[in-house]
């Protein structure tokens, strides 16, 4: 097994990729998702890389804490796992439902084809029960076990476990039409969880887990 903080600053990196693809992803696929007629192919393509290298960031998170995690509290650790690897597979589906969208517009399908627009709806709720549900679970099986653990600054965690619920609402809000995905409203409740994630991913990057916590463990 790799040392604790070699786990830790791997673990890290991987979640500071789950932003830097994430975000180029979204921008990318926009023009081609908006039904616009100059949207370009290339860009879907490379949209459909990210999010892929983003699928496996969300595995890599979860399989490299899981040695050192398990100790602390192993449902929770194999929970984290399990909930990434949901994560990273309704990724994928989203993946293939632009993919799909991108290779009719080529063939000169129009925006507002019933297909094109079933393979829009499909990556819309893909992102929402995606991205913008499963974080929470996430949270729901790692923050705790952080916390008890004393791995990272209780801090970090108490923010994540603050989001769980902020983020739920949002979610199961815009599944019943109160508001959009991208809303103002959405966006301010999703943002304890993004911020749990990149500062547990700058945390263990820079510091690590700590090393009287680690022992304990050991």
Known sequence: MLSPRALAATAGALYLVTFLTSIPAAALNAPLLAGAADADPAAAAWASVLEVLLALSCIGTAVVLFPLIRRAGE???????????????????????????????????????????????????????????????????????????????????????????????SAFATMFGLFGQTSPVAAALAAPIALWELGLGVWLVVRGFRPEAVARLV
Do not use: Q
């Open 75 to 169: 449902i929770g650790a194999l929970g984290f796992v399990a909930s990434r690897t949901l994560e990273a597979g309704i990724i994928i589906t989203g993946v293939v439902a632009v993919l799909s969208l991108s290779s009719l517009r080529e063939a000169g399908t129009a925006s507002d084809d019933p297909v094109a627009m079933l393979l829009v709806e499909l990556h819309r709720w893909a992102f929402l029960l995606g991205p913008g549900l499963i974080p929470a679970v996430n949270a729901l099986c790692l923050a705790p076990v952080l916390y008890r653990a004393r791995l990272i600054p209780r801090v970090i965690p108490v923010v994540g476990m603050v989001g769980i619920p902020l983020l739920a609402v």
